[in-house]
T-cell receptor, first 107, second 111 residues
Framework: LAKTTQPISMDSYEGQEVNITCSHNNIATNDYITWYQQFPSQGPRFIIQ???TKVTNEVASLFIPADRKSSTLSLPRVSLSDTAVYYC????????FGKGTRLHILP | NAGVTQTPKFRVLKTGQSMTLLCAQD?????MYWYRQDPGMGLRLIHY???????AKGEVPDGYNVSRLKKQNFLLGLESAAPSQTSVYFCASSYAPYEQYFGPGTRLTVT
């Protein structure tokens, strides 16, 4: 069972780049790494997914080192609306969301 | 497309009552999931389905039953509600076991 560990909370300021790191030491060969965002009173929303190296979309970048034991979600130039909880998942046969990282963006 | 919809949005039950939560998706997804989220906590998987007519247990299945008679619908049943089942319930669907699309949630209170 690939368990993930991420910081409980983070603060940042508008316009800065935010990096949230997730560790997953027991990740299996076939597992993908997926990040979700959740606003209060809403269901989570898929942000990005990757297997290795770097993945980028219009919302974020995902950096995965060669050993795949960790991953970093990078949010460029955050705004107040990026205040949310961010979940890192390793998609094996057990889907475990964990408590996520509460990101608070300050003006 | 409506995406993933959940019915009802809110419900109050008394201990021992039963109810069914309905999840519907119009994306032709094979996989569907039911989660619960307690205040300040992450989501916990209750049951899931990998296709029409199939169901499987997740992390916290006790006290719940599910059925997937049609591909687009996934029902979550509580046969005898308990206060410990007070939570927000989210349904999700996906094409493969990645990139899940979530519904708006059902807020259930059991008194």
């Amino acid at each position: 069972l690939a368990k993930t560990t991420q910081p409980i909370s983070m603060d940042s300021y508008e316009g800065q780049e935010v990096n949230i790191t997730c560790s997953h030491n027991n990740i299996a060969t076939n597992d993908y790494i997926t990040w979700y965002q959740q606003f209060p009173s809403q269901g989570p929303r898929f942000i990005i997914q990757g297997y290795k190296t770097k993945v980028t979309n219009e919302v974020a970048s995902l950096f995965i080192p060669a050993d795949r034991k960790s991953s970093t979600l990078s949010l460029p130039r955050v705004s107040l609306s990026d205040t949310a909880v961010y979940y890192c998942l390793v998609e094996d046969d057990k889907i475990i969301f964990g408590k996520g990282t509460r990101l608070h963006i300050l003006p | 497309n409506a995406g993933v919809t959940q019915t009802p949005k809110f419900r109050v039950l008394k201990t021992g009552q039963s109810m069914t939560l309905l999840c519907a998706q119009d994306m032709n997804h094979e996989y569907m999931y039911w989660y619960r989220q307690d205040p300040g906590m992450g989501l916990r998987l209750i049951h899931y389905s990998v296709g029409e007519g199939t169901t499987a247990k997740g992390e916290v299945p006790d006290g719940y039953n599910v059925s997937r008679l049609k591909k687009q619908n996934f029902l979550l049943g509580l046969e005898s509600a308990a206060p410990s089942q007070t939570s927000v319930y989210f349904c999700a669907s996906s094409y493969a076991p990645y990139e899940q699309y979530f519904g708006p949630g059902t807020r259930l209170t059991v008194t």
